[in-house]
């Protein structure tokens, strides 16, 4: 044997010492052998599952189903907005409609005094105005009974004596009396 043989020999026995040490040459503790064994076994369910999923009509029906959902998300939010805006067009349109009444009839009443008669017929009625030579009468309404928010005023009733007075007269009548 030579000198190298020697040396690949004593190197190649420290190695197997190493490995008997560290558990049999398997490459690491039994904890950890354990523990990658079941990580490849669920790699291998999780790689079988994939592929029996792409197979057939079932990545199409699944690609449309999140291109659908992505669709909806993408889109709600503009839709929301659009009728939100036309439901606001539909209250102004409303407004708008109301004011171009309340215009008219203010535009009416413009004209209205601009005539002579019914600027005299406004002064006889709120102002009381009359022309030379007419008497003016006033009618005043009857009184209407309307329903009272605090008690009537008792008068000539006159109210109870407080108790200490009432008590006093009672004392002062016994002894002068």
């Known amino acids: 044997m030579t000198a190298a043989h020697r040396w690949d020999e ?9 490995r008997r040490r560290r558990d049999g040459g398997r490459g690491g503790p039994v904890i950890l052998h354990g ?8 790699l291998a369910e999780l790689q079988h599952r994939v592929r029996r999923t792409v197979r057939g009509d079932r990545p199409l029906i699944v690609a449309t189903l999140v291109v659908a959902a992505v669709a909806v998300v993408v889109v709600s939010s503009p839709m929301q ?5 036309r439901e606001r067009v539909e209250h102004l349109t409303e407004k708008a409609a109301a004011l171009d009444a309340a215009n008219a009839e203010l535009e009416q009443r413009v004209r209205d005094l601009e005539r002579d ?5 406004l002064a006889r009625e709120q102002l009381g105005l009359v022309r030379p030579g007419e008497v003016a009468y006033t009618l005043i309404p009857p009184e209407v009974d309307r ?4 008690a ?3 008068v000539g009733i ?3 004596a407080p108790w200490y007075a009432r008590l006093w007269d009672g004392v002062r009548a ?3 009396g």
């Open 81 to 85: 907005s659009y009728l939100d805006g």
């Open 158 to 160: 006159q109210e109870p």
């Open 152 to 154: 009537p005023r008792r």
């Open 174 to 176: 016994r002894f002068t």
């Open 35 to 42: 523990t990658v064994r079941r990580i490849r076994a669920w």
């Open 10 to 18: 004593r190197r190649r026995l420290r190695e197997l010492e190493r």
């Open 117 to 121: 008669t019914t600027i005299e017929l």
């Open 147 to 150: 329903p009272l928010i605090t």
